[in-house]
């Protein structure tokens, strides 16, 4: 893992740390949930919010400003804006995507789940992601919770990572094993 990464991810998951015992404390986990659902959809959808979090050309009270208004439009807990308010007064917004994963982690461990990374060729149909997770279920004996992508160059199959591991059944993969193959003869 690069420097910059690991610094990004120490820095998440401290606050990830902190925000999961206070809502716990609160009561409050399944907002807390609510919330990185709904700061992940951000991530993915909006190129500004993504700009915002880090472009460094955003002063600390602009950024907070921003921050706080787009909390209340998006219905974040009040913990999940403060929280934000807080990095962004510390120039720390830069490491909401690490946060964001480190809260899905700590909140699924906290449930005796899994999380999965499943990237695919096209989009997962319901049936599809509840056959993976119910697999995946069968063989890491814990429930497992889909995060599905969809990679158009994977041509067919999935890749599913969890943790450690890697599970690689996509035809781009065994094209190219297939074409290493075929070096090696000639």
């Given at each position: 893992?690069?420097?910059?990464?690991?610094?990004?991810t120490?820095?998440?998951?401290?606050?990830?740390?902190a925000?999961?015992?206070?809502?716990?404390?609160?009561?409050?986990?399944?907002?807390?949930?609510?919330?990185?659902?709904?700061?992940?959809?951000?991530?993915?959808?909006?190129?500004?919010?993504?700009?915002?979090?880090?472009?460094?050309?955003?002063?600390r009270?602009?950024?907070?400003?921003?921050?706080?208004?787009?909390?209340?439009?998006?219905?974040?807990?009040?913990?999940?804006?403060?929280?934000?308010?807080?990095?962004?007064?510390k120039?720390?917004?830069?490491?909401?995507?690490?946060?964001?994963?480190?809260?899905?982690?700590?909140?699924?461990?906290?449930?005796?789940?899994?999380?999965?990374?499943?990237?695919?060729?096209?989009?997962?149909?319901?049936?599809?992601?509840?056959?993976?997770?119910?697999?995946?279920?069968?063989?890491?004996?814990?429930?497992?919770?889909?995060?599905?992508?969809?990679?158009?160059?994977?041509?067919?199959g999935?890749?599913v990572?969890?943790?450690?591991?890697?599970?690689?059944?996509?035809?781009?993969s065994?094209?190219?094993s297939?074409q290493?193959?075929?070096?090696?003869?000639?």
């Amino acid at each position: 893992m690069s420097e910059p990464a690991s610094i990004s991810t120490g820095i998440a998951s401290r606050y990830a740390t902190a925000v999961y015992a206070l809502a716990k404390e609160g009561n409050a986990v399944k907002k807390i949930e609510s919330d990185v659902e709904t700061l992940n959809t951000a991530m993915a959808e909006s190129a500004d919010f993504n700009a915002l979090i880090h472009s460094p050309v955003y002063s600390r009270s602009e950024q907070a400003a921003a921050i706080s208004a787009i909390a209340k439009k998006a219905g974040l807990s009040e913990l999940m804006g403060n929280t934000l308010a807080l990095m962004a007064e510390k120039r720390r917004l830069f490491v909401v995507p690490q946060l964001v994963q480190a809260l899905r982690d700590i909140i699924a461990e906290d449930k005796g789940e899994l999380t999965a990374d499943v990237t695919s060729a096209t989009a997962l149909t319901k049936e599809q992601s509840d056959k993976v997770a119910k697999t995946l279920k069968a063989r890491m004996g814990k429930d497992v919770t889909i995060n599905a992508s969809v990679d158009e160059s994977l041509i067919g199959g999935l890749i599913v990572k969890v943790g450690s591991k890697m599970i690689d059944t996509s035809i781009r993969s065994k094209l190219s094993s297939l074409q290493n193959a075929m070096k090696e003869v000639g």
